[in-house]
């Protein structure tokens, strides 16, 4: 539940910034939003998964969102939408907890050749080196360290201990989380002689705008060319992404996965969590991967992709379907071989 109270807001205001139907008390005051069942007079809830209906109608939350085809067993306030979720992913916007004051903190070390706009607000510990730009509005948590030409654009806000490396660009409006690092050098190494020798990552990482990365996630920069990460992108916690990817508007890449390098992700793909996708290669906008698949080749149509051996079993039957699986290619030859003996056999 959301215990820290925010300034009341009536909820007519509040179905005006949803664009949404009220029914009930227009000044009904709401300072939080919370849980169907945690959720007390002064809270707002909202009911988007059927399996919460019984919820709703022992609810004591001051007001719900929900549908209209909700509404008769709602026994309080309403705000009627067609997506109910949505209204809840925009009104709680509206409660954001935690305020950022403008200015820079004492302990904040910044070069004399940085643009810091007075509207900036630079906590402490933060460093920000040669010919960093950063945008109106911008938020920088303790401990955060940007290196040389960054560029941050307006509105864009980095949780506490975010390192971004050199030359990094990052669109306007953009989030990103604890103890992230963008721009790290891509894993890239020439054989030679039994040695490994260093090949320079010369690129760097441009990350649109309106992208929110997870905490302790990298992206590492290009060896050449730029990593680049499109418009609207949200990527969860653990992400690795290799030098050179290109992810398109609007994807989402959930926790643990790992994108090895140059490969090419489509607008609107949906990565589930803990997927390996391998490197060099392209897929197409619109797909869907399911968790823990393997994707090692091209994926040129729209769909929903999986792989793996099936879900979680009791080990003794694992053990035996393991077994068999290691007889799988002599099974299938038995079998060949006795189809082309049926094929030949005399009718």
């Known amino acids: 539940m959301n215990t820290l109270k925010a300034a009341p807001l009536a909820l007519e205001g509040i179905a005006k910034y949803l664009d949404a139907e009220l029914v009930g008390d227009a000044d009904k005051a709401i300072t939080g939003i919370s849980t169907l069942i945690s959720a007390t007079s002064e809270h707002l809830s909202f009911l988007a998964n059927p ?34 979720y949505w209204g809840y992913a925009r009104v709680s916007q509206l409660f954001r907890a935690v305020k950022h004051e403008s200015g820079v903190h004492p302990a904040a070390i910044i070069s004399d ?45 980095l949780h506490a201990n975010v390192t971004l490396y050199h030359g990094v ?15 790290a050098d891509g894993f890239g190494y020439a054989p030679h002689e039994g040695r490994w020798e260093k090949i320079e990552q010369l690129g ?12 302790n996630t990298t992206i590492d920069r290009g060896a050449l060319d730029d990593t680049i990460i499109g418009d609207g992108v949200i990527i969860d916690n653990q992400v690795q992404i290799a030098h ?15 994108i090895a390098g140059s490969t090419k992700i ?13 490197g060099h290669i392209d897929i197409a906008d619109n797909v869907h ?24 079993m009791e080990n003794r039957q694992w053990q035996k379907n393991a077994v068999r699986f290691r007889k799988l290619s002599e099974l299938a030859k038995r079998v060949e071989s006795l189809e082309k003996g049926l094929a030949e056999a005399p009718d």
């Open 113 to 157: 050749s940085a643009s810091v706009p007075a509207s900036a607000s630079i906590a402490p510990g933060v460093i920000i080196e040669a010919g960093v730009v950063l945008g109106e509005n911008v938020i920088l948590e303790p401990g955060c360290v940007l290196g040389q030409n960054v560029q941050l654009g307006d509105g864009c806000h």
């Open 51 to 84: 399996k919460y209906l019984g919820g709703l109608q022992e609810t004591s939350a001051g007001a719900v969102i929900l549908s209209r085809k909700n509404l008769a067993l709602c026994p309080c306030s309403a705000l009627v939408m067609d997506d109910p």
């Open 169 to 183: 660009k990052i669109g306007a409006q953009s989030v990103i989380h604890s103890c992230s690092v963008i721009g």
């Open 244 to 258: 050179n990817v290109i992810v398109g508007d609007g994807a989402a890449i959930a926790g643990s996965t790992a």
């Open 289 to 312: 991967v399911k968790g823990m698949s393997l994707v090692s080749k091209n994926i040129t149509k729209a769909g929903v992709y999986a792989s793996g051996t099936g879900g979680v």
């Open 204 to 215: 760097s990482v441009r990350i649109g705008k309106s992208v929110e990365i997870g905490a």
């Open 266 to 278: 489509g607008r609107y793909c949906t990565i589930a969590g803990a997927v390996a996708i391998s």
